[in-house]
Each structure stands twice: as structure tokens, then as C-alpha cells.
Nanobody, 125 residues
Framework: QVHLVESGGGLVQAGGSLRLSCAAS????????MGWFRQASGKEREFVAG????????YYADSVKDRFTISRDNAKNTMSLQMNSLKPGDTAVYYC??????????????????WGQGTQVTVSS
């Protein structure tokens, strides 16, 4: 079993920055992908960014490209999402996820088997 815990959410003004972290524990494999998704109130969960755990491949939604940066620390089993130039439209609960996928498939909710509990990000205007 894999356990994921997010941290780092909060309230920030538009234009500000936040850094989310996800700690993974339990049974993991070197070929998995970790991703960030978000879900705004009344909307479906959507892909934000993903990263292969054993490689340098990263994936971003068009809406966050050039503003968000995903990274991972294999030694600590952690993943981070640096969010800059935040907009009110980025307000959502952000979820960490782990799955076994590659390419465009990694943008699908169904590609991930394990999820964290989520952390709230609120961007005020």
C-alpha cells in the first residue's frame, strides 16, 4: 500500500507563490509517475502536472505551464510543486497522486492508483 500526504497549501494574494509538497511512503516502485491534480468547487478534478519518478520527464497542463514547476527528491520520497504568479483561477484543493503511466495518459485521473487527502490553495484577488 502507498500512503501520500500533501502539505503547503494556504491563502495567498494574486501574483504570489506557494510551494506544495507530497511525501510518499509504503510500497513504491521505480517506474511510477507522480502527479498533481486540483479540484475547484463544483468542478471536475483536473490534471496540473506530473513527473516520472525515475527519469526527467515532466508534464504540465497548458493553464499552468511557465508558472508551475514540478520536482522530486528520490532520496526523501517527496515531490513538490512550486506555484508562481498565482491567479484566483488556481483556487482549488490540490491532490497528490501516484500511478503507472507515461505520456498523455498521465493526464487522466484514472491513470493513478493512489491519492493524498488534498490541500486547499486559495488565491485572493
Amino acid at each position: 500500500q502507498v500512503h501520500l500526504v500533501e502539505s503547503g497549501g494556504g491563502l495567498v494574494q494574486a501574483g504570489g507563490s506557494l510551494r506544495l509538497s507530497c511525501a510518499a511512503s509504503g510500497r513504491t516502485f521505480s517506474s511510477y509517475t507522480m502527479g498533481w491534480f486540483r479540484q475547484a468547487s463544483g468542478k471536475e478534478r483536473e490534471f496540473v502536472a506530473g513527473i516520472k519518478w525515475s527519469g526527467s520527464s515532466t508534464y504540465y497542463a497548458d493553464s499552468v505551464k511557465d508558472r508551475f514547476t514540478i520536482s522530486r527528491d528520490n532520496a526523501k520520497n517527496t515531490m513538490s510543486l512550486q506555484m508562481n504568479s498565482l491567479k484566483p483561477g488556481d483556487t482549488a484543493v490540490y491532490y497528490c497522486a501516484l500511478g503507472y503511466c507515461s505520456g498523455d495518459v498521465c493526464q487522466r485521473v484514472g491513470a493513478y492508483d493512489y491519492w493524498g487527502q488534498g490541500t486547499q490553495v486559495t488565491v485572493s484577488s
